[in-house]
């Protein structure tokens, strides 16, 4: 059992500027620094963490010591397309354009520096995106 909080962390080939990226465009700010690791945090959501690691760093076990990949992070946020909105007028390469998973979200794809997929999401009422009959299917109610 965890008795305090966890976080993933990023081991990446482009530090600073990963850094720089979740903090320009995902609004996180340094909750602990040093050299070659940084924990970022997020006012709107306290519990929320994630960390940027250098991943030639010292601490980590020379075998492991890569680059991250085929990674996944989910964001959540409460409004998708106004996001999409502004990432995308700040320029950022953009991997998906807002759209509805029939698991009940809006959604889109965006790609960090170090080929991280990031799934930007809007959690949304299931009737907003599927019927009764197909909520009824994907729940396998009788």
């Not at 970022?40 to 306290?46: D, K, Q, S, V």
């Not at 075998?63 to 995308?88: C, E, F, H």
């Amino acid at each position: 059992m965890l008795s305090q909080f966890s976080y993933p962390i990023i081991c990446s080939d482009n530090f600073e500027q990963t850094v720089a990226f979740y903090e320009d465009y995902f609004e996180f700010a340094p909750s602990l620094e040093m050299e070659g690791f940084v924990i970022l945090g997020r006012a709107e959501w306290p519990d929320m963490y994630l960390a940027i690691m250098d991943f030639t760093h010292s601490t980590i076990p020379e075998k492991y010591r890569k680059p991250v990949s085929g990674m996944i992070l989910n964001y959540p946020t409460k409004d998708v397309k106004a996001l999409y909105d502004r990432l995308y007028d700040e320029g950022l390469d953009l991997i998906t354009e807002p759209s509805h998973a029939k698991c009940g979200r809006k959604h889109f794809f965006v790609e960090d520096p170090n080929g991280i997929l990031i799934d930007v999401a809007e959690d949304v009422a299931l009737a907003e995106v599927m019927s009764p009959e197909e909520f009824k299917d994907l729940c396998f109610v009788a």
